[in-house]
């Protein structure tokens, strides 16, 4: 009997759950699940539950000592306790978030002790890595010269389920959306050159990206480009960018708020508890004593009366005398409060994954310039059992019963760019529906793989 222990229920988790407790007679599995909370997720599965608060060392370290393997599906900043408890009692850890710096730290510890830490295996960071590596290293094999990597990711809202001028949902953190870019400027590098693109530009150089039978989106360039080129040995490849995609319209909109200063985090608002959101709008502008606070917007930012964005803006309803009802905010938590009633995913919804690579290359016979593109589409079941939680989870699943079942005999740190990682992945998640399309190009024709 082994024994997995699940730190996290929340909404991502679905699917993982479902996953592990589906195979749980079958490999002879204890599965238990702990969280902050009561889960009624956890209880529709049937599965071992306690509550717990991971900051408490002992209980957590009574939890950690008896299992065999440790899921991590909290927030990223908690996995750090995590990992103390593991490393103490010599277990090995699965999480789908990014490989911090801190977590990095621990990778001698865990490879004196024999143990396999897996990170950024989920969506994004996961898939992206998985998929982008299964074409990089066969575009190499085949001896061909990559010239060009692209890789976009975007969470939305299924056609079915779009309702609204955003053409937009929240499937995940609401907070991570309205910081979108800040932190530094988007870096990549283009045609062998090192570009920036600051936040206030962010979502005016926006990429069309077209998609078969799923129409265009449109995709803003992601903080950091520069680490995939390690991470995805593309050393000497002159183009490497990753980014966001969304579909058009939203970033130009997006913008606005951008510009206005309505997503900065680094200050509270005065009086916001009493405020509006058409007062919260007004103070970031100039004082008149006759324009209307909408005309005023549209002017100081140069937006045309017949402006598609204008629509956007008025559905969003920041111009209605209805309080905010904070007692403290930041702008952006303004923002998040009113986003997150506007743009809520109702339990009918449906959302919707869309992962989009281009590969350029110079064919090794032919010397012809060739464009290999790799797409993935997800569509969520319900507003529960999402694309997102589909995505983030069955990979962090699937790779839970390999190594449990010993396929996967690695020892040390890793995230899924290592070809006996990634291929079984794969290989299985194509039965639960996400599976790649491929398209390649040459000399302007177009051939269907």
């Not at 008896?66 to 991590?72: E, F, G, N, P």
């Not at 024999?114 to 299964?134: Q, T, V, Y």
């Not at 976009?152 to 955003?166: C, K, Y």
């Not at 991570?176 to 600051?198: D, E, H, S, T, W």
Request: hydrophobic fraction near 40%.
């Amino acid at each position: 009997m082994k024994n997995i222990l699940i730190f996290g229920a929340g909404r991502s988790s679905v699917f993982l759950l479902a996953y592990l407790a589906e195979h749980a007679i079958k490999y002879h599995w204890n599965i238990k699940v702990v969280d902050a909370a009561e889960s009624e997720l956890v209880k529709s599965f049937h599965l071992s539950f306690s509550i717990l608060n991971v900051k408490d060392e002992f209980a957590r370290d009574q939890e950690v000592r008896a299992a065999d393997l440790v899921i991590s599906m909290l927030p990223a900043r908690f996995h750090k306790l995590v990992v103390q408890s593991c490393l103490k009692f010599s277990k090995s850890l699965l999480t789908a978030s990014y490989e911090s710096k801190e977590m990095k730290l621990a990778e001698e510890e865990v490879k004196s002790k024999g143990l396999f830490f897996l990170n950024e295996c989920g969506l994004d960071p996961g898939l992206d890595h998985m998929s982008a590596m299964r074409m990089i290293n066969q575009i190499k094999a085949d001896g061909h010269q990559l010239e060009a990597f692209e890789s976009f990711t975007g969470g939305l809202v299924a056609p079915e389920s779009d309702d609204n001028p955003w053409h937009y949902k929240f499937s995940w953190n609401p907070r991570n959306v309205v910081l979108a870019g800040q932190g530094g400027p988007a870096k990549f590098i283009q045609n062998g050159k090192i570009k920036y693109i600051p936040y206030n530009r962010l979502f005016r150089r926006t990429e069309l990206i077209k998609i078969d039978k799923f129409g265009w989106f449109e995709g803003y360039a992601n903080r950091d480009s520069m680490s995939y080129i390690e991470k995805y040995g593309l050393d000497g490849v002159p183009t490497v960018y990753r980014g966001t995609l969304r579909r058009p319209g939203f970033c130009k909109a997006w913008n606005i708020f951008v510009q206005l200063g309505a997503t900065s985090d680094d200050y509270f608002i005065d009086n916001v508890e009493d405020m509006t959101y058409r007062e919260f709008i007004n103070s970031f502008l100039y004082y008149h004593a006759a324009d209307t606070i909408d005309l005023k917007l549209y002017h100081s930012l140069q937006i045309p009366m017949d402006s598609e964005i204008i629509p956007k803006l008025e559905w969003l309803g920041i111009f209605e005398k209805r309080k905010i009802g904070l007692k403290k905010a930041t702008p952006a938590q303004v923002m998040e409060k009113l986003l997150t009633e506007k743009w809520q995913l109702m339990p009918h919804d449906k959302d919707m994954i869309v992962m989009w690579h281009k590969f350029e290359y110079f064919d090794k016979d032919s010397k012809n310039k060739r464009e290999k593109n790799s797409s993935l589409v997800v569509t969520g079941e319900s507003g529960e059992k999402t694309a997102m939680a589909k995505t983030v989870g069955l990979p962090l699943a699937v790779a839970a019963k390999l190594y449990l079942t010993g396929q996967l005999p690695l020892v040390g740190m890793y995230i899924p760019t290592n070809k006996e990682i990634y291929e079984p992945i794969l290989d299985e998640l194509e039965q639960y529906g996400i599976k790649f399309s491929e398209t390649e190009k040459e000399s302007g024709v177009e051939i269907q793989n």
